[in-house]
Nanobody, 114 residues
Framework: VQLQASGGGLVQPGGSLRLSCAAS????????MGWYRQAPGNERELIAW???????NYGDSVKGRFTISRDNAKNTVYLQMNSLKPEDTAVYYC?????????WGQGTLVTVSS
């Protein structure tokens, strides 16, 4: 499975973006799918995850602002990001939870700046 994230860009503080993660193969059998991010100088961190049945969970830094969803029929995972802050600036990736090294894609850069 190859996972390709897209939808990043430059946004002002308080703005919104929707990220997509398209899988080259089926993700139906992958129970936990997650969004990770890596800010400059920091380690990659898991920020949101979703089960195949739609149960979600979020890291404290994004809770209440980000929403993860998945469409198994389209082999796609989404991340709706609202009320963005400068500290959300990072490269965003999707992967299974726990991650599988072979699944890492290039990620998509989100920059929050005025």
């Amino acid at each position: 499975v190859q996972l390709q994230a897209s939808g990043g860009g430059l946004v002002q503080p308080g703005g919104s973006l929707r990220l997509s993660c398209a899988a080259s193969g089926s993700i139906f059998s992958i129970n936990f799918m997650g969004w990770y991010r890596q800010a400059p100088g920091n380690e990659r961190e898991l920020i949101a995850w979703i089960t195949s049945g739609g149960i979600t969970n979020y890291g404290d830094s994004v809770k209440g602002r980000f929403t993860i969803s998945r469409d198994n029929a389209k082999n796609t995972v989404y991340l709706q990001m609202n009320s963005l802050k400068p500290e959300d600036t990072a490269v965003y990736y999707c992967n299974s939870v726990p991650f599988r090294p072979a699944y890492w894609g290039q990620g998509t850069l989100v920059t929050v700046s005025s």
